[in-house]
């Protein structure tokens, strides 16, 4: 579903995803995990038709983000890691104008709305400006906003942060289960033990190259520490003397 192939990605000077080669299957859950800067968010925004690749190309159910982007895109439901709403709109007046983005009639609209809504729990303020929302509403909001076309792919940028527990196990159990439907999902995170819980494989990235991707198990198994968890693999896999950044040159 999705395909990185030979994927680089500069800011000026600097390199930040070098030579990306990865696939992520139909009903695949992949968590991308990596430090700050590692190159995470750079990666889905080549992805989701946000930043062309320097080099090399991203195909989503076999469509070039960049020759074909609205096929390719069209098939991806996005939750970026700072949700954006019209603050003058209510949820229910958003979340009908997306799905009418993505070409739903008026009552296919109404009907994924209400189904969305009651999936995230917005019924009670899906009438309030959004405005007023706290910033899990907004985000429970994006969540729905993301799934009303019944996307193939799903790519959430650091879902968990700031949610409470009850909506932490929503967004998990919905990611799963978006998976287990047969969707393609990519998820960002620094919440390791939500992607030791939910992933079926896991990537790691350092300055703009994949470490490693596979299973827990086959990552217990490259580390040679069979019952290891997650965090310790990670702490280990991405540690370096410099931190997160090498030093500054002279
Ligand atoms: N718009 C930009 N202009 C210049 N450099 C950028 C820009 N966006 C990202 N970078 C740099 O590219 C590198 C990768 O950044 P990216 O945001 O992809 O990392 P990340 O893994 O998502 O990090 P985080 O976990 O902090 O969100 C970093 O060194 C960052 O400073």
């Known amino acids: 579903m999705i395909e990185f192939l030979g994927v680089s990605r500069s800011y000026g000077a600097k390199l930040a995803v070098d030579s990306l080669d990865l696939s992520i299957g139909r009903g695949e859950l992949f968590a991308m ?4 800067g590692a190159g995470k968010t750079t990666s889905i925004k080549m992805m989701v038709g946000l930043l062309q ?3 090399g190309s991203v195909r989503i159910g076999g469509r070039d983000v960049v020759a074909e982007t609205r096929l390719a895109t069209s098939q991806i439901g996005y939750v970026p890691d700072q949700p954006f709403l019209y603050d003058k709109l209510s949820g229910r007046e958003f979340l009908r104008f997306v799905a009418e983005m993505h070409g739903l009639s008026p009552s296919q609209a109404r009907g994924a709305v209400a189904r969305e809504s009651t999936r995230f729990g917005l019924d009670d ?3 309030e400006l959004t405005e007023s929302y706290s910033h899990g509403m907004k985000q429970r909001t994006v969540f729905a906003s993301a799934l009303l076309h019944d996307p193939q792919v799903l790519v959430v940028d650091e879902p968990m942060v700031g949610l409470d527990p009850q909506s932490i196990r929503l967004v998990k159990d919905m990611l799963r289960s978006q998976a287990d439907a047969g969707a393609g999902v990519f998820m960002s995170t620094h919440t390791l033990a939500a992607a030791e819980e939910i992933a079926d494989k896991i990537g790691v990235m350092k300055r ?3 470490l490693f991707v596979g299973t827990l198990a086959e990552l217990r198994a490259f580390s040679g520490e069979e ?3 997650l965090e310790s693999l990670y702490l280990s896999l991405t540690a370096d003397a410099a931190g997160a950044e090498p030093p500054p040159g002279p």
């Open 227 to 229: 019952h290891a968890t």
């Open 125 to 127: 303020f899906i009438d």
């Open 208 to 210: 703009g190259k994949l």
């Open 53 to 55: 690749p320097g080099s």
């Open 33 to 36: 995990l990596g430090q700050n």
